[in-house]
């Protein structure tokens, strides 16, 4: 028997416990979580009124449909058992802890009430345990929400949107009701470079068209009239077509709805000024854009904003042991290796970028490296797995959680949803495990 451990239940993680599970006939695959709850990012990244999307949940149920694959939810390894532990008890360790803190803003301000990562705002909406108590501030006007990515786009959609636009979502009823609350007429979405350098995909971009309160809004001036000769032919396609779209905002106009949504290219933050310590202004520097890099300008100008959301990308958190590169922070690796027996995949592997389907060929990839280095070695197994870990669990009052477990917690959540929402998530810890007694 081979004993495989994977930390981490989110895409990259299933996907290699998919493949391990299906081509080692004789390998018990372990698929660790800290949360009682399995899928990671889907359940608590990917957009709540993105059903579509959460709806590759289907596909990696699969994998712990499988004889040979156990979910063992609510385990934080590097608290409730340590790297080491792992590693003395596994053949073969798969890291795939996503990237889930925050980047910062490092501007002066930056750390008033009212400023909010991306990943803690939608970790908020989407009921993650551990942001169940943000209560962001959105009492204001205005929001600013830093960044030109698809998170950026979620987020002010999301705020943007009216209670029935949200309706069939699975945002938390606590959020839904926050943002149905906030007084927002401007959100401000910024980019620091141009509209040929922003990240976002033209399907998120054009959603904006259809929303029922919210018109969006461009400066013609701002948008390039064609792409430059030498542009690179990968990404020409969406940009032409974010292009179109972001010209078809320019001529909306202002008044049409209750909300506007402005998308500003070439400006960096500066400094987010503050009245009695809340979020009263954020101050940006005009850029203009040479070979594709962003030069200040030295011309200033100030937006009247309450809320700031960055939404300028993730870093991986470090585990206790675990080699870990602090610079780029990811996991530590050559190609997916990380040290002999250990390996890892997806966000923490190469840093926070790329969609489900990349991180799925990459797993896929990772997997068969795994495969190939066991046939390599001829030596038996000696490692006990999942038994002792349970001993420790056991000896340490960890109550863990199975996928039968999470089956009733999932049912709960279904049968409890109202109207049309696919699920009313619980968002506190304590409240799935007493589900569970
Ligand atoms: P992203 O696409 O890398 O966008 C990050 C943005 O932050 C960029 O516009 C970047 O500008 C900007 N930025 C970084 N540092 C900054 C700073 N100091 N000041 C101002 N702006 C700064 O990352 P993301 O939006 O977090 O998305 C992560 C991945 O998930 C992406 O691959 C994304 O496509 C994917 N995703 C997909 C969907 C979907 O398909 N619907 C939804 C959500 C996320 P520069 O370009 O100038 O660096």
Known sequence: MTNIAIIGSGPSGCYIAD???KKLKDAQVDVFDRLPTPFGLVRAGVAPDHQGTKNIVRQLERTFARENVRFVGNVHIGTDITYQELKDNYDVVAVTIGAVKDRVLGIPGDQLEGIYGSGEFVAWYNGHPDK???????????IAIIGNGNVALDI????????????????TANAAAAINKAPVQDIYLIGRRGPLEASFTNMELSEFAELESCVTLVDPDQIPAALPDDFDPRSANTVNQNLETLRAYSANSADSKPIRLHIMFCASPVEISETDGHVSGLKLEKNRMVEGRAESTGEYFELDVQTVISAIGYQSEPIEGMPFDHSRSIVSNEDGRVEQNVYTSGWCKRGPQGVIPANRAEAMTVAKQIISDLDANSEASTKPGFDQIAALLDKRHVRSVSYADWQIINNAEIERAEGDKPREKFTRVDEMLALLD
């Open 156 to 171: 002010a959609r999301v705020i943007a949107k009216t209670p029935s636009e949200l309706s069939s979502s699975d945002i």
């Open 132 to 142: 169940a108590d943000l209560q962001p501030k959105l009492d204001g006007s205005g």
């Open 19 to 21: 493949m391990l599970a």
